[in-house]
Protein backbone atom coordinates (compact mmCIF):
# COMPACT_ATOMS: atom_id res chain seq x y z
CA UNK A 1 0.00 0.00 0.00
CA UNK A 2 2.86 2.55 1.06
CA UNK A 3 4.20 1.82 -2.71
CA UNK A 4 1.21 2.49 -4.46
CA UNK A 5 0.80 5.89 -2.12
CA UNK A 6 4.11 6.61 -3.43
CA UNK A 7 3.38 6.40 -6.84
CA UNK A 8 0.54 8.54 -6.52
CA UNK A 9 1.97 11.14 -4.64
CA UNK A 10 4.89 11.18 -7.60
CA UNK A 11 1.49 11.53 -10.26
CA UNK A 12 0.53 14.38 -8.62
CA UNK A 13 3.84 16.40 -8.69
CA UNK A 14 4.19 15.42 -12.03
CA UNK A 15 0.76 16.74 -13.45
CA UNK A 16 -0.17 19.22 -11.26
CA UNK A 17 -1.06 21.22 -13.81
CA UNK A 18 -2.59 19.06 -16.17
CA UNK A 19 -5.79 18.12 -14.65
CA UNK A 20 -7.75 18.08 -11.28
CA UNK A 21 -7.49 14.30 -10.01
CA UNK A 22 -4.78 12.38 -10.93
CA UNK A 23 -5.31 8.84 -10.19
CA UNK A 24 -2.86 6.27 -9.42
CA UNK A 25 -4.11 3.00 -10.73
CA UNK A 26 -2.64 -0.31 -11.86
CA UNK A 27 -2.58 0.40 -16.17
CA UNK A 28 -4.41 -2.49 -17.33
CA UNK A 29 -4.32 -3.10 -21.36
CA UNK A 30 -7.06 -5.38 -22.42
CA UNK A 31 -10.33 -4.18 -22.49
CA UNK A 32 -13.53 -5.86 -21.57
CA UNK A 33 -17.67 -5.38 -22.77
CA UNK A 34 -19.47 -2.72 -21.15
CA UNK A 35 -21.76 -5.05 -19.06
CA UNK A 36 -25.50 -5.58 -19.50
CA UNK A 37 -28.10 -2.56 -19.83
CA UNK A 38 -29.97 -1.53 -16.86
CA UNK A 39 -33.19 0.70 -16.55
CA UNK A 40 -34.20 3.23 -13.94
CA UNK A 41 -37.17 1.27 -12.64
CA UNK A 42 -36.47 -1.73 -11.42
CA UNK A 43 -33.38 -2.18 -12.94
CA UNK A 44 -31.45 -5.46 -13.12
CA UNK A 45 -28.04 -5.73 -13.70
CA UNK A 46 -26.16 -9.11 -12.89
CA UNK A 47 -22.95 -9.27 -11.83
CA UNK A 48 -20.20 -12.26 -13.20
CA UNK A 49 -20.00 -13.91 -9.57
CA UNK A 50 -22.43 -16.84 -9.18
CA UNK A 51 -22.79 -19.49 -6.68
CA UNK A 52 -20.26 -22.03 -8.38
CA UNK A 53 -17.45 -18.90 -8.81
CA UNK A 54 -15.07 -19.55 -6.61
CA UNK A 55 -12.09 -18.00 -8.02
CA UNK A 56 -10.59 -14.80 -6.28
CA UNK A 57 -11.55 -11.48 -6.79
CA UNK A 58 -8.97 -9.21 -8.61
CA UNK A 59 -6.36 -7.52 -6.20
CA UNK A 60 -6.61 -3.83 -6.92
CA UNK A 61 -4.85 -0.31 -5.96
CA UNK A 62 -6.16 1.45 -2.27
CA UNK A 63 -4.96 4.53 -3.74
CA UNK A 64 -5.45 7.12 -3.88
CA UNK A 65 -7.73 7.88 -0.83
CA UNK A 66 -7.32 5.23 2.02
CA UNK A 67 -7.41 5.79 5.60
CA UNK A 68 -7.11 3.19 8.04
CA UNK A 69 -9.69 4.20 10.98
CA UNK A 70 -9.60 1.00 12.25
CA UNK A 71 -8.84 2.54 15.81
CA UNK A 72 -11.95 4.89 15.63
CA UNK A 73 -14.49 2.59 17.19
CA UNK A 74 -17.33 5.14 15.73
CA UNK A 75 -16.46 3.78 12.30
CA UNK A 76 -17.48 0.21 13.11
CA UNK A 77 -20.94 0.56 11.54
CA UNK A 78 -23.41 -0.32 9.31
CA UNK A 79 -24.86 3.26 8.27
CA UNK A 80 -21.75 5.68 6.64
CA UNK A 81 -23.51 8.33 4.77
CA UNK A 82 -23.15 10.81 7.56
CA UNK A 83 -25.76 13.26 6.10
CA UNK A 84 -24.59 12.81 2.62
CA UNK A 85 -26.94 13.33 0.07
CA UNK A 86 -27.56 10.94 -2.94
CA UNK A 87 -29.52 7.91 -4.25
CA UNK A 88 -29.59 5.49 -1.33
CA UNK A 89 -27.55 2.38 -1.70
CA UNK A 90 -27.52 -0.82 0.48
CA UNK A 91 -24.26 -2.66 -0.16
CA UNK A 92 -24.21 -6.35 0.87
CA UNK A 93 -20.50 -7.87 0.83
CA UNK A 94 -20.30 -11.76 1.14
CA UNK A 95 -16.54 -12.48 2.26
CA UNK A 96 -15.71 -16.15 0.74
CA UNK A 97 -12.97 -18.33 0.69
CA UNK A 98 -11.69 -18.85 -3.13
CA UNK A 99 -9.60 -21.70 -1.72
CA UNK A 100 -12.27 -23.31 0.01
CA UNK A 101 -15.51 -24.16 -2.05
CA UNK A 102 -16.54 -20.85 -1.26
CA UNK A 103 -16.45 -21.08 2.22
CA UNK A 104 -18.23 -18.02 4.10
CA UNK A 105 -15.47 -16.29 6.12
CA UNK A 106 -16.95 -15.19 9.50
CA UNK A 107 -15.24 -12.62 11.44
CA UNK A 108 -13.33 -11.19 8.95
CA UNK A 109 -13.22 -7.19 9.03
CA UNK A 110 -14.37 -5.16 6.10
CA UNK A 111 -13.19 -1.54 5.12
CA UNK A 112 -15.65 0.10 2.54
CA UNK A 113 -14.89 3.56 1.24
CA UNK A 114 -15.94 5.81 -1.82
CA UNK A 115 -16.73 9.40 -2.69
CA UNK A 116 -20.01 11.77 -2.50
CA UNK A 117 -22.20 12.69 -5.55
CA UNK A 118 -19.77 15.49 -5.89
CA UNK A 119 -16.58 13.32 -6.30
CA UNK A 120 -14.66 14.02 -3.03
CA UNK A 121 -13.33 11.64 -0.35
CA UNK A 122 -13.54 12.48 3.40
CA UNK A 123 -10.09 12.55 4.83
CA UNK A 124 -8.81 14.30 2.21
CA UNK A 125 -7.83 18.09 0.62
CA UNK A 126 -8.48 17.65 -3.19
CA UNK A 127 -9.36 19.50 -5.78
CA UNK A 128 -13.25 19.12 -8.17
CA UNK A 129 -15.47 20.50 -10.05
CA UNK A 130 -16.72 22.65 -6.98
CA UNK A 131 -13.15 23.76 -6.57
CA UNK A 132 -11.02 21.96 -3.44
CA UNK A 133 -12.49 20.70 -0.63
CA UNK A 134 -10.45 19.95 2.44
CA UNK A 135 -12.44 17.23 3.80
CA UNK A 136 -9.40 16.31 6.64
CA UNK A 137 -10.89 15.36 9.78
CA UNK A 138 -14.05 14.15 8.14
CA UNK A 139 -14.95 10.47 8.20
CA UNK A 140 -18.36 10.06 5.36
CA UNK A 141 -18.66 7.14 3.30
CA UNK A 142 -16.19 5.05 5.35
CA UNK A 143 -17.43 2.16 7.42
CA UNK A 144 -16.18 -1.01 8.52
CA UNK A 145 -18.17 -4.43 9.79
CA UNK A 146 -17.24 -7.41 10.83
CA UNK A 147 -18.63 -10.47 8.52
CA UNK A 148 -21.31 -12.69 10.11
CA UNK A 149 -21.84 -16.60 10.40
CA UNK A 150 -22.63 -15.96 6.56
CA UNK A 151 -19.46 -14.33 5.62
CA UNK A 152 -21.80 -10.77 5.16
CA UNK A 153 -21.25 -7.56 5.97
CA UNK A 154 -23.67 -4.89 5.23
CA UNK A 155 -23.39 -1.04 3.95
CA UNK A 156 -25.85 1.46 4.04
CA UNK A 157 -24.94 4.51 1.89
CA UNK A 158 -25.48 6.34 -1.50
CA UNK A 159 -24.72 5.88 -5.00
CA UNK A 160 -21.04 7.20 -5.52
CA UNK A 161 -20.30 9.47 -7.30
CA UNK A 162 -17.12 9.91 -10.16
CA UNK A 163 -13.89 12.15 -9.88
CA UNK A 164 -11.58 12.71 -12.65
CA UNK A 165 -10.01 9.50 -14.64
CA UNK A 166 -11.91 7.01 -12.72
CA UNK A 167 -15.05 4.66 -13.56
CA UNK A 168 -17.60 4.67 -10.59
CA UNK A 169 -16.40 2.66 -7.87
CA UNK A 170 -16.64 1.39 -4.13
CA UNK A 171 -12.89 0.42 -2.56
CA UNK A 172 -12.92 -2.66 -0.69
CA UNK A 173 -10.68 -4.36 1.67
CA UNK A 174 -10.59 -7.40 3.58
CA UNK A 175 -9.08 -8.35 6.92
CA UNK A 176 -8.65 -11.91 8.57
CA UNK A 177 -7.41 -12.49 11.54
CA UNK A 178 -5.85 -9.16 11.62
CA UNK A 179 -3.95 -9.57 8.69
CA UNK A 180 -4.69 -7.80 5.32
CA UNK A 181 -6.00 -10.48 2.66
CA UNK A 182 -7.53 -8.48 -0.20
CA UNK A 183 -7.45 -4.83 -1.38
CA UNK A 184 -10.20 -4.39 -4.13
CA UNK A 185 -12.99 -2.24 -5.64
CA UNK A 186 -15.98 -2.80 -6.88
CA UNK A 187 -17.84 -1.52 -10.03
CA UNK A 188 -21.35 -0.71 -11.35
CA UNK A 189 -22.97 -0.76 -14.71
CA UNK A 190 -22.03 1.88 -17.12
CA UNK A 191 -25.79 2.21 -18.43
CA UNK A 192 -26.72 2.44 -14.68
CA UNK A 193 -24.25 5.42 -14.12
CA UNK A 194 -25.85 7.28 -17.07
CA UNK A 195 -29.25 7.26 -15.51
CA UNK A 196 -28.16 8.01 -12.20
CA UNK A 197 -26.10 10.79 -13.52
CA UNK A 198 -29.09 12.04 -15.28
CA UNK A 199 -31.14 12.55 -11.65
CA UNK A 200 -30.94 16.12 -9.95
CA UNK A 201 -29.38 14.90 -7.57
CA UNK A 202 -25.81 14.04 -10.12
CA UNK A 203 -26.75 15.95 -13.08
CA UNK A 204 -24.96 18.69 -12.03
CA UNK A 205 -21.48 17.25 -12.16
CA UNK A 206 -22.62 15.66 -15.53
CA UNK A 207 -21.71 12.32 -17.17
CA UNK A 208 -18.71 10.32 -16.49
CA UNK A 209 -16.44 9.86 -19.43
CA UNK A 210 -14.34 7.12 -18.27
CA UNK A 211 -16.72 3.72 -18.85
CA UNK A 212 -15.17 0.27 -17.27
CA UNK A 213 -13.87 -0.67 -20.08
CA UNK A 214 -11.17 2.39 -20.41
CA UNK A 215 -11.00 2.41 -16.96
CA UNK A 216 -7.14 2.23 -15.44
CA UNK A 217 -8.37 -0.26 -12.79
CA UNK A 218 -11.03 -2.24 -14.57
CA UNK A 219 -10.26 -2.81 -18.30
CA UNK A 220 -8.77 -6.35 -17.76
CA UNK A 221 -11.59 -7.42 -14.91
CA UNK A 222 -14.59 -5.66 -15.52
CA UNK A 223 -16.86 -8.89 -15.42
CA UNK A 224 -15.32 -10.13 -11.87
CA UNK A 225 -15.64 -6.86 -10.18
CA UNK A 226 -19.36 -6.16 -11.41
CA UNK A 227 -22.18 -5.62 -8.57
CA UNK A 228 -24.97 -7.48 -9.30
CA UNK A 229 -27.93 -4.53 -8.12
CA UNK A 230 -31.62 -3.85 -8.68
CA UNK A 231 -33.88 -1.05 -7.60
CA UNK A 232 -34.64 2.29 -8.98
CA UNK A 233 -34.34 6.28 -8.93
CA UNK A 234 -36.94 6.77 -6.75
CA UNK A 235 -36.53 3.96 -4.05
CA UNK A 236 -33.00 3.53 -4.27
CA UNK A 237 -31.03 0.19 -4.94
CA UNK A 238 -29.30 -2.55 -3.38
CA UNK A 239 -26.15 -4.02 -4.64
CA UNK A 240 -24.58 -7.61 -3.73
CA UNK A 241 -21.00 -8.80 -4.47
CA UNK A 242 -19.22 -11.67 -3.92
CA UNK A 243 -15.55 -11.12 -2.70
CA UNK A 244 -13.33 -14.15 -2.98
CA UNK A 245 -10.39 -14.13 -0.62
CA UNK A 246 -7.90 -16.86 -1.16
CA UNK A 247 -7.00 -18.16 2.31
Avoid at 40 to 51: E, K
Avoid at 59 to 76: C, H, M, Q, R, V
Avoid at 91 to 115: E, F, K, P, Q
Wanted: aromatic fraction near 8%; charge should be negative.
Amino acid sequence: MEQSRAKFIKSLLLGATAVPILVEACNKSNDASTGSTSSTTDSTSSGSTTSTDCSATPSETAGPYPYDLSKNSAIFRTDITEGKTGIPLSLTLTIVNSNNSCAAISGARVDIWHCDKDGYYSEYSEPGYLGTQDNTGKTFLRGIQITDSNGQAKFTTIYPGWYSGRATHIHVEVFVNSVLKLTTQVAFPDSLNTSIYNTSLYSAHGQNTITNSKDQVFSDSYSSELVTITGDTTNGYAATFKVGVPL
